[in-house]
Structures are given as structure tokens and as C-alpha cells.
């Protein structure tokens, strides 16, 4: 039986823009219509399963009825842009999704519904009509249901003739009779003043039609008769223009709307163009043809390939070693230096060959594992930096990584730190698979499956991963970030990983020495504490301690929040003045942060059998590139503390008669800045070896260098940082304690002084807008698709990213070349010092004697040189028997 759905297009991408949060893609394009759209036809086609399917749209701004009525919809205010440049992406989006569309010069998408709906009673099949505009509902029939939206796109109504009987008392014709007298604000069909829908549906109740009422107006009384009488030649009009024309010449075979299910080779690539991963597994499930069965069939094939390897057939899989290109490793648990180990997948170019951890630890799997710790056997996978920790605690080599996944999925991409094979196998167009939470289950659920499942899921990973490299590898030539991938970022994965390996030996004494002290000051601070507020209390609870300031003590309100007083650090700090309790309750708060993440929390990390932290290094995570470390997180050790500083005399070197030493870049950002931006002063300060501190504060307080002071100078440095973090005045005015306006005036001169940095952060913006991206000089991209966006916060946001990415990235990547390059150093000497943290911009290694003033010489150097700017790099280098005395 034949189903028709014609949906109104306009109306229904009018409704989804509005009911929608702002969406964008990484190239900037606005996609909330679209996606609401999008929601509201998948479900349809989930729930109304039609045989034919036409979505209608207005043609243009003017139709017949203009010629009529030239006021027709004449307060519209304009479509918004953002809305505008949704329509031929919507229309895009039907051609991929195999649905026609149609429109007509002249005529509304109403007309051509009203025509459609005609053709349906005529040849008596079921015809559902979806829209948000009520006037449709005088189109309503015995084989015409008229779908009313709701709440944006997200719900529906349903009226047939009987429906609209129930809500209105009226035929579906007498709907035009309802807007001819109440009219439509906004089509501006003008009725008549006076009578809303309540008058109107009286009136029609009584006399049936317009023409009826104004027969009878006689009848009428008061200012209602004297409003109908005045404006019957309105009410008529009205009615005319609320009809929809049913006579629309359409050319359009029947065939064309006919729709069989969703093409998947066309339907997926759109979907993942337009970013709208959540609505991938909904569209596989309506797709058909070769790209919706491939995943069904690959899995059975791969299914049939897929070799278990038990001692019967372990030697034929060691003859077929040299034919494996790609690794798949399945593997449990977040830290990777305690990860479990489940199995893998070695697969040739045809097969797949599963090896459970136990098999691969069997004496017989020797040449097995000496092909994974073979450098010349050049290995593909996903995350193959992680795999390299497992078998490391396994005591299995590995080297030889050729191409991972997960590392070009990154620098293609930054801001998509979650990639998963399965998810990148749907971004760029391949078959889907189902993901690592569907089949092992998450958290608590977690469980691993029988071997032959998990061997199906790693298998169908691994020919994933053999498709999506050839499709990485052009993307990464064609944005010409092939040379940052190859010569940066694959090189120092590995290095990175040599370092987790190696790790950096805690004294542990020292800790639980410092704990002691830690401890000891915290009872002295929390003491002094109650002794001004006279009486005990627990000073962690935010509860008791807002009692305490705001009700006990007084002290001026500044935040309220749900559960009561807020006394979070802001709220303290501008509460410093007021009482001597606030600095005793800050350093309080710092001590114990201390005791308990960094005292205690390090010595649950240090591992038993090497007497080491092994720190892990995220090399996907953040969006300029920095890394991050985990397990334990050496970079956020606070060292503008000094208790927080002597933490540092716990990492000492594997020797006791070895050094630390450590290395580190002198105001990166800034130089960088110098660079890009090309300003002579701030160059000048730079390549005279100047403190650009004092130098900034010369410049815009226009005076000497003996005459700047330590406020003008703090106030200078906060100015130099906040400009390399795109910093507003508000920003400013809270880092110096100043007025906006201050602040305001402050960057004011400072760009008045450094027009090279105001010019380039005018241009870095500007070309943002027009390319939806910016770079680093080793050009790694980021993306910025609120640039455009109308949104205030949004654009704000993106334009300060687009200032300060540049500057970030590039110091981000200056030190990644320098570790790989320091690591070239460090092979060509034949030196026994190893590279063992980095840190923000500090490099930290353990030496021997004897190498130490060879090192001093040679970091500097290896860093200062790792890339060339128009002005100095430095790098200050000290050296000590812990870390803390190499600072």
C-alpha cells in the first residue's frame, strides 16, 4: 500500500532554527536547522515507513499573492543569514539522502502541498502532510493527515477532518474562513481589527463562511458590526490569501518521489561532513545498498579470515610474520603502565591472526614477540604509543611503528580528542562498526567476551585501520601537515614513550618528611584560625566556614549559591582585605592541596618494583598541541609555592652520584609573539637581551628603565601574558585588582605602543573568518567554527582562541621539536644521560658526572637552535642533586 509523506520545508527549518541551540562544523558552517531537520525526518521515516517522500520549499520571496496584496508577509523581518545558508545545505543533504524536493518560481511550498494532497483525494492514497503552519489544516481529507510540529520539531500532532472537528468545531475548509476573519499577523493577512480566534470561531459556529457573517452582519452588535462593516473587502481578502492554491503546474513523475530507503554510500559521507555523529547509527539502520551491507558482510568475512592462533597453527602463523602490516591491541584499564593486556590482532593484507596474551607470552611465541621489538617491521595500528607501555610491562619490545591512526586523526584534527577507530572509520566514510563500550560493556559492566568475539571486534578494527591509512595519509599531504605528522609528532611518540618507560626514581623518605612538615603547618594554620573565629570548626566544609565569615564574622556577601554562601577562592580573595582570617583559610586550603594530592597522592603512584613514577604523556588531548601528562600529572606540581616548590627534592636521578639536570625555555610565548607578529619594539627587547617586563613598562608608561617600579613592571607583565591569551579588560582588571576602565586604557596604550602585536591579532582574526581555521608555524591547524557565529560569547571566544593559538601551538611545538632533536643529540654523542619529563617549557634529564657540563652546554644549545625565529631563543639551564636544586 502506497504511503505518501510531503513535508513543508521552509516551515519546518524555520521551526528547527529557532528551537535549536547554535550548531556549527569544523568549517564553520551553521547546521541547527539542518540537524532539527534532520531529527524529525529520521523519525518519521522510523515511524511512518512512507513509499513515497517529497519535501516542498518556497521558491523565492515573491509568489502571485504579491501582485494581490503587496503587503503579503510584508512584516517578516529578513531570514537571519545563519538560517540562509542552511537551505542549500538542506537541500544537499535530501539529494544524499535519496529524497526529492521540488520547488517553484512563483509559488509558495504551500501551493505545491495544496496541489499534491489535490492529486492524493483524486487517486485516493494515504497522504501525510508535515508542517508547523496551522493553515494546512484546510487541506485536511478522508486520505490527508496534516502533521502539526510542536516544540520546535520534537513533537507532533496528528488532525484529520475528525481532529480539527474536535478542536475547533470546524471542516477542514472552514480553517480559511478562520483566517480570513482573525487573520495572520505573520503573513500580515490583515482579517479583521478586533476579532481573535475566540470571535472568529463564535462567529463561524453561527454562520458557517465569511461570506455568511458579513450577510448577516446586520445581526451584529457594537464595536464588532461597526469592525466587519468597515472591513469586509479585508475579510474577503484575507480568505483568498489564506487559501492555498491547488493548481500548481508540477512536472514531476511520480518515480521521482518515490523512496525505497536511504542510499548509505551517498547518506553517510553527508552525515559525517555535517558532523552529526549521533545520528549515524540511526541512518545505517534505514540505509540500504552496497556501503549499509558492507558492514554486515565485512564483519562476516573478516569473521571467516579471522585465525585463532593455539599451538596447532602458531608455527604457520610465524611463517606469515613478514606478511603482517597492522596491529590491533585489546587492551583494559585507563593507565596503560597497568593496563591489562587481552589479546591482538596481526593481519596480513587478507588475513587476521588472533593471539590471546597468553599464547603471545608462550615460549614457542618467541619470534612473535621479536617481530614486535623489530624497528625494520614496520607497524600500522591505533594508539600504538599505549600498546608500547602494555608489552613493555610485559617484558615485550616493541618498535616499528609506521602510521598510527590516532596521532594523524589529531594533528588532522585537535578538537576531536575522542577519536576511536570505529568513529573514525565514520568521519571518513567507511563502513561502521560497533564500539569498544558495546562489546566489552563500561565501568563496573566491563567484562571481557569469549576469545572468538573479541577476535571479530580487534579483526574488524584492524581492516579499519588498513582503510582509513591511505585516506589519512592524502588528507595529511593535502593540508601540508605531513611534515609535522612525520617529523614531529610520530617521532616524539616514541620517544615519549622511552621516557614513561624509564620513568624519574622518588626518594620516598623525602616525601613522607615533607608530609610531616606539611601536616605539622596545618594544624598550626587551622589553630590560628579558630583562635580568630573564635571557636572550632571544619574548616574544609564550605557550609560551616561561610557561617563562620558571613554570619559570625560579618564580612560583606560577595556570591551566593544554591546550597547557601559561596566561598570559593574567588570569593576569598576579594574578601582579603576585610579580615586576617581570609590569608590564613588561602594557605590552609594550599597546604592541604599539597598533603593530599601531591604528598599522598605521589606516593600511591610510586610502583614498588622500580621505586619510580612513571608519568603517562597524552599526545592527543589538547587543542594547541601541549601535552598532557596522567598518572601522576608531573605538570601540575604548583611551584609558585614554596612548599610546593620543595616537593621537587623527592625526584632525584637513578644514582645517587648522578645529577639532575633541567632546562627551560625563557618567555617562549613572548618571543614567538615577537616573531609572528613582526613588532620592531617588542624584537628589539628580545634581540637586545632586554627584560621585557621593564622594557613594556618603559614603553607605555613612557619613562626610563631605572624609573620603572615593581607595580609598573607587574602590571606590564600581566599585560605581556594576557595578550599572548588573548586577554580582555575584565580579565585584566581582576589579574591587577584594578577598574575596567583602567584595564581598558591600559591595553589601549599598549597597542598604541606595540601596533606590530595589535595589527597582527586585526589579521590572525581576519584570516580565521575567511579560512575557519589558524595555524602554527609548523602548521598545525585548529579550527574555529564559532568565528562567524552570531552568538556574542561564541565569537568572542573563537577570536581570542584565534589570536593566542598561534603563539601557544608554535611554543608548544618548538619544544616537541626540541625533545626529538635532543634526542638525536643525545644518540650521535653517545651520551648516557636520558631525557626524563617535560614540563610546560623545561626539559628535565638525569646525568652522570662526568656528562653533566658537556649537558649544560648542550640542552641550551639543541633548544635555542630547534627552530629559527627573528629573535633569540633562550634556554636557562641549571643542574643539582634533585630536581628542586636544578631550579
Not at 45 to 71: I, N, S
Not at 227 to 236: G, K, L, P, S, Y
Not at 586 to 602: D, F, N, P, V
Not at 706 to 729: L, P
Request: aromatic letters at 8%; charged letters at 25%; zero cysteines.
Amino acid at each position: 500500500m502506497e504511503k505518501w509523506i510531503v513535508i513543508d520545508g521552509n516551515s519546518i527549518a524555520n521551526r528547527a532554527f529557532y528551537a535549536m541551540p547554535p550548531l556549527t562544523n569544523a568549517q564553520g558552517l551553521h547546521t541547527n536547522a539542518v540537524y532539527g531537520f534532520m531529527t524529525m525526518l529520521l523519525k518519521l521515516l522510523e515511524e511512518e515507513k512512507p513509499t513515497h517522500l517529497l519535501v516542498a520549499f518556497d521558491a523565492g520571496k515573491m509568489t502571485f499573492r504579491h501582485t494581490e496584496y503587496k503587503e503579503y508577509k510584508g512584516g517578516r523581518s529578513k531570514t537571519p543569514p545563519e538560517l540562509s545558508e542552511q537551505f542549500p545545505v538542506m537541500r544537499e543533504l535530501l539529494d544524499a539522502l535519496g529524497i526529492a524536493h521540488f520547488e517553484l518560481s512563483g509559488y509558495e511550498a504551500d501551493d505545491i502541498i495544496g496541489t499534491l494532497t489535490k492529486r492524493a483525494d483524486e487517486e485516493q492514497h494515504t497522504m501525510m502532510v508535515v508542517t508547523g503552519d496551522k493553515d494546512m489544516l484546510q487541506l485536511a481529507s478522508d486520505h490527508v493527515t496534516i502533521v502539526l510540529t510542536r516544540k520546535g520539531v520534537s513533537e507532533i500532532e496528528k488532525y484529520d477532518p475528525a481532529a480539527i472537528e474536535e478542536k475547533y468545531q470546524l471542516t477542514p475548509l472552514q480553517i480559511i474562513d478562520l483566517k480570513g476573519l482573525m487573520g495572520d499577523s505573520s503573513d500580515n493577512i490583515p482579517g479583521v481589527p478586533g476579532v481573535g480566534e475566540k470571535t472568529a470561531l463564535k462567529l463561524l459556529a453561527q454562520y458557517g463562511s465569511v461570506e455568511s457573517v458579513l450577510e448577516h452582519v446586520d445581526e451584529l452588535k457594537g464595536k464588532m458590526k461597526e469592525n466587519i462593516q468597515n472591513h469586509a473587502d479585508d475579510a474577503r481578502m484575507s480568505k483568498q490569501l489564506a487559501t492555498i492554491y491547488r493548481e500548481v503546474p508540477i512536472e514531476l513523475e511520480r518515480e521521482k518521489m518515490t523512496f525505497s530507503g536511504v542510499p548509505a554510500e551517498t547518506a553517510l559521507p553527508m552525515l559525517q561532513k555535517l558532523e552529526f555523529k549521533s545520528l549515524l547509527d540511526r541512518i545505517e539502520k534505514l540505509a540500504v545498498g552496497e556501503a549499509a551491507s558492507s558492514s554486515s558482510s565485512d564483519q562476516e568475512e573478516i569473521e571467516l579470515q579471522t585465525l585463532m592462533v593455539d599451538d596447532s597453527n602458531l608455527a604457520e602463523f610465524i611463517q606469515e610474520l613478514g606478511q603482517v602490516n597492522t596491529i590491533q591491541v585489546e587492551s583494559h584499564g585507563d593507565n596503560p603502565h597497568l593496563a591489562e593486556l587481552i589479546g591482538l590482532i596481526f593481519a596480513t593484507p587478507d588475513k587476521y591472526w588472533y593471539v590471546s596474551k597468553d599464547v603471545l607470552l608462550k615460549e614457542q611465541a618467541e619470534p612473535v614477540r621479536a617481530w614486535l621489538g623489530d624497528q625494520n617491521q614496520a607497524k600500522i595500528g591505533f594508539d600504538l604509543h599505549r600498546a608500547e607501555l602494555i608489552f613493555h610491562w610485559l617484558h615485550i619490545p616493541y618498535r616499528g611503528t609506521g602510521f598510527d591512526i590516532q596521532l594523524a586523526a589529531y594533528v588532522l584534527d585537535p578538537s576531536d580528542a575522542s577519536a576511536t577507530v570505529p568513529s573514525l572509520a565514520v568521519k571518513f566514510g567507511l563502513s561502521s562498526m560497533d564500539s569498544d563500550e558495546t562489546v566489552y560493556g563500561k565501568g563496573a559492566k566491563f567484562k571481557v567476551p569469549d576469545a572468538a568475539i573479541v577476535a571479530a571486534h580487534a579483526s574488524r578494527k584492524a581492516s579499519l585501520v588498513q582503510q582509513l591509512v591511505p585516506k589519512m595519509e592524502a588528507e595529511l599531504k593535502a593540508n601540508e601537515m605531513d611534515h609535522l605528522y612525520y617529523d614531529l609528532e610520530l617521532p616524539l611518540s616514541s620517544i615519549l614513550a622511552r621516557m614513561e618507560k624509564t620513568g624519574i626514581r622518588v626518594n620516598q623518605d623525602t616525601l613522607r618528611q615533607l608530609g610531616e612538615q606539611f601536616s605539622a603547618a596545618i594544624d598550626k594554620t587551622m589553630k590560628e584560625i579558630y583562635e580568630l573565629a573564635g571557636t572550632e570548626f571544619n574548616v574544609g566544609s564550605p557550609k560551616q566556614l561561610g557561617e563562620i565569615l558571613f554570619d559570625k564574622l560579618q564580612l560583606p556577601v560577595v556570591k551566593k549559591t544554591k546550597t547557601g554562601y559561596s566561598t570559593d577562592a574567588e570569593v576569598l580573595e576579594k574578601l582579603e582585605p576585610y579580615h586576617d582570617i581570609i590569608p590564613l583559610i588561602l594557605h590552609y586550603r594550599q597546604m592541604a592541596k599539597l598533603q593530599s594530592t601531591y604528598i599522598e597522592g605521589l606516593l600511591k603512584e610510586v610502583r614498588q618494583d622500580t621505586g619510580r613514577v612513571h608519568t603517562y604523556y597524552r599526545q592527543t588531548i589538547t587543542a594547541t598541541g601541549r601535552l598532557s601528562s596522567q598518572f601522576p600529572n608531573l605538570q601540575n606540581i604548583p611551584i609558585r609555592l614554596e612548599e610546593g616548590r620543595q616537593i621537587r627534592q623527592a625526584f632525584v636521578p637513578t644514582n645517587s652520584d648522578w645529577n639532575i639536570v633541567a632546562a627551560d625555555y625563557s618567555q617562549i610565548e613572548l618571543r614567538v609573539l615577537a616573531h609572528i607578529s613582526g613588532d620592531e619594539k617588542l624584537k628589539e627587547a628580545f634581540i637586545h637581551d632586554m627584560d621585557i617586563h621593564t622594557k613594556t613598562a618603559m614603553d607605555v608608561f613612557g619613562v626610563k628603565a631605572e624609573e620603572v617600579d615593581s607595580n609598573m613592571r607587574r602590571s606590564a607583565k600581566a599585560v605581556n601574558f594576557g595578550i599572548v591569551y588573548g586577554i580582555s579588560d575584565y580579565g585584566l582588571s581582576q589579574n591587577l585588582n584594578i577598574t575596567r576602565k583602567d584595564a581598558a586604557k591600559f591595553i589601549e596604550q599598549y597597542f598604541a605602543v606595540f601596533q606590530g602585536v595589535k595589527q597582527y591579532m586585526h589579521d590572525i582574526v581576519d584570516e580565521a573568518r575567511k579560512q575557519g581555521y589558524v595555524k602554527t608555524m609548523l602548521e598545525r591547524r585548529r579550527y574555529l567554527p564559532e568565528i562567524n557565529a552570531s552568538n556574542f560569547n561564541q565569537r568572542s571566544f573563537a577570536e581570542r582562541t584565534a589570536m593566542n593559538t598561534p603563539i601557544q601551538g608554535t611554543a608548544a611545538d618548538i619544544i616537541k621539536l626540541a625533545m626529538v632533536k635532543m634526542d638525536s643529540a643525545l644518540k650521535e654523542q653517545k651520551l648516557e644521560s636520558q631525557m626524563l619529563l617535560q614540563v610546560h617549557d623545561e626539559l628535565v634529564f638525569e646525568v652522570p658526572p662526568h656528562e653533566v657540563e658537556i649537558m649544560k652546554k648542550l640542552v641550551p644549545k639543541v633548544m635555542e637552535e630547534a627552530i629559527e625565529l627573528h629573535v633569540p631563543l633562550r634556554a636557562d639551564v641549571s643542574s643539582g642533586a634533585n630536581w628542586y636544586e636544578a631550579k
